[in-house]
């Protein structure tokens, strides 16, 4: 189910439903929205503290709330988050799907929001983005145009090609593949493991983003997954951003392609998506057509 695409003018909602934004950054990040024609709307909660544990934008409850109310505000018409961190797993038990799918509307967001990407999709059947964050993206100094510029998908549905040497693809394994794109940070993808949110990658396109860990905790991960049986059915991967400290780029270059060289399914590398600059936005539940050997990336627009 895709949600309505934006028209100039749309009020759209702001939520912190993890970490605790700088307040700083995320007034940058809302003049961003409103220099694209939007009419951003703060949740209540954003900027609330959470006094018992300071990693958190607010309480539970507070955080739940801003982004239910969002939902069910026939006037809001995306919802965007704010940043990521850590949190949102602690409301994934408590979301109401069913409201979520009698209000479909634009869900924006990435890395510690991969949870919520992963759950709404399994219990909602919404398509959801991954995609820059209003306070850890486009609050930035200096601005970069094309983090902007990618939200452009969410005014016109139509369909987005990636391509070499645009970009800075290159091959692990070659070969293309077609299948629904799922993923987004790769922690967050193993911390489900073993719960209701797990998420499934049978036929599907795989997207992995990582921030600055070392290659040791890529490969355990990695692994994790394997052992799970994530890269059994899997069609094919796509690997984004892992923002490497330079001495750890080698090393996690050495694991990446150790550990996918054995699979015969098509894995491409430099995808410009995750913590990076620029960092382009992706329709997750959309159909994606994978060529490795072109370096090529298809992926079907994300709103009606």
Request: net charge negative.
């Amino acid at each position: 189910m895709k949600p309505q695409r934006l028209n100039y003018g749309d009020r759209v909602g702001v939520i912190a439903p993890a970490g605790p934004p700088i307040e700083e950054d995320l007034k940058r990040g809302l003049d961003v929205l409103r220099s694209l024609g939007l009419d951003p709307v703060l949740g209540a909660h954003v900027l609330n503290q959470n006094h018992t544990f300071s990693y958190l934008a607010a309480r539970d409850e507070e955080r739940l709330e801003d982004l239910h109310r969002m939902f069910l505000d026939p006037c809001i018409k995306a919802v965007f988050c704010a940043r990521g961190g850590y949190g949102t797993a602690r409301l994934a038990p408590y979301l109401d799907y069913s409201m979520i799918s009698c209000n479909p509307k634009v869900f924006w967001g990435y890395s510690d929001i991969t949870y919520l990407h992963t759950a709404i999709y399994k219990y909602s059947n919404l398509v959801t983005f991954h995609g820059p964050m209003v306070a850890s993206d486009l609050g930035r100094t200096p601005l970069n145009k094309e983090t902007i510029l990618s939200l452009g998908q969410l005014f016109m549905p139509k369909n987005i090609t990636f391509r070499y040497p645009e970009f800075p693809f290159n091959s692990i394994q070659n070969g293309k593949a077609d299948g629904i794109l799922v993923g987004g940070n790769l922690t967050v993808l193993a911390d489900s493991m073993g719960t209701e949110f797990e998420l499934n990658t049978d036929d599907r396109i795989l997207l992995i983003e990582e921030i600055n860990e070392p290659a040791y905790r890529i490969d355990a991960m990695l692994l994790q997954l394997q052992l799970a049986g994530k890269f059994a059915h899997v069609k094919g991967v796509i690997l984004g951003d892992f923002n490497l400290k330079v001495s750890e780029l080698v090393e996690t270059q050495k694991v990446l392609r150790q550990f996918f060289m054995p699979y015969k399914f098509p894995v491409l590398q430099g995808f410009p998506s995750g913590h990076c600059t620029p960092n382009y936005g992706i329709p997750l539940g959309t159909r994606v057509h994978l060529d490795t050997t072109a370096l090529l990336l298809q992926v079907e627009a994300g709103v009606n």
